[in-house]
């Protein structure tokens, strides 16, 4: 009994991580993260908008607070999600490596899983101290049609539903004044529609 509760005691929780500009935050987004931490069994996931992602060319992406809110709308009735903030309160590039160090630095009790695409995947040896990353976190992979499963870094692979959804896409569509229903939470289309987001996204 004694060696019971010591085990529960100390039994790491196990939280999931998906990065990303959420710019906005749509669907393919929210099944991803509810589908890995639901197979995964984990305690939580966050969402964790990043400020300025270092992969690829600077971009303008519309105010961090209008991209938090969405996401707090998007996550509100899903207790298994959640958001983290820390990239952006940091400010700068987001290298992944120092964002997880932080937060295994200030969680000792917590195995992180970082969530990426199957298309992401072969990419991972191009990453800022990808090896010292690989130390800090489990890599979650989400399958992709046409993508191979394959890494010299451990991945664990995933099925989730295949939703062909991209943040550009959805700007483009708002800018142009098409529909965009059931590509977003509902919440989320509505305040993008009070704030008046995205009207001059071309």
Same mark, same amino acid.
């Given at each position: 009994?004694?060696?019971?509760?010591?085990?529960?005691?100390?039994?790491?929780?196990?939280?999931?991580?998906?990065?990303?500009?959420?710019?906005?935050?749509?669907?393919?987004?929210?099944?991803?993260?509810?589908?890995?931490?639901?197979?995964?069994?984990?305690?939580?996931?966050?969402?964790?908008?990043?400020?300025?992602?270092?992969?690829?060319?600077?971009?303008?992406?519309?105010?961090?607070?209008?991209?938090?809110?969405?996401?707090?709308?998007?996550?509100?009735?899903?207790?298994?999600?959640?958001?983290?903030?820390?990239?952006?309160?940091?400010?700068?590039?987001?290298?992944?490596?120092?964002?997880?160090?932080?937060?295994?630095?200030? @969680? *000792?009790?917590?195995?992180? /899983?970082? !969530? $990426?695409?199957? &298309?992401?995947?072969?990419?991972?040896?191009?990453?800022?101290?990808?090896?010292?990353?690989?130390?800090?976190?489990?890599?979650?992979?989400?399958?992709?049609?046409? @993508? *191979?499963?394959?890494?010299? /870094?451990? !991945? $664990?692979?995933? &099925?989730?539903?295949?939703?062909?959804?991209?943040?550009?896409?959805?700007?483009?569509?708002?800018?142009?004044?098409?529909?965009?229903?059931?590509?977003?939470?509902?919440?989320?289309?509505?305040?993008?529609?009070?704030?008046?987001?995205?009207?001059?996204?071309?």
């Amino acid at each position: 009994m004694c060696r019971s509760k010591r085990t529960e005691q100390f039994k790491k929780r196990q939280v999931g991580i998906l990065g990303g500009t959420f710019n906005p935050a749509h669907l393919a987004h929210l099944v991803m993260a509810d589908q890995v931490g639901s197979s995964l069994g984990l305690d939580k996931v966050y969402l964790m908008p990043s400020n300025q992602p270092p992969h690829v060319d600077h971009k303008s992406t519309i105010d961090s607070k209008h991209r938090v809110k969405m996401l707090e709308l998007a996550v509100e009735d899903n207790p298994l999600l959640d958001i983290e903030k820390s990239e952006l309160e940091r400010e700068g590039k987001s290298y992944t490596y120092e964002t997880m160090k932080i937060l295994t630095d200030k @969680y *000792p009790d917590t195995d992180f /899983y970082f !969530i $990426i695409g199957g &298309d992401m995947v072969a990419d991972l040896p191009n990453w800022y101290k990808i090896d010292e990353l690989a130390q800090l976190v489990h890599f979650v992979g989400v399958k992709r049609p046409n @993508y *191979p499963m394959e890494s010299s /870094y451990p !991945i $664990i692979w995933i &099925d989730v539903p295949n939703m062909n959804l991209s943040s550009t896409d959805l700007r483009k569509k708002i800018a142009q004044g098409c529909s965009v229903n059931y590509l977003l939470p509902e919440n989320v289309l509505h305040y993008i529609q009070e704030k008046g987001l995205y009207r001059d996204a071309l």
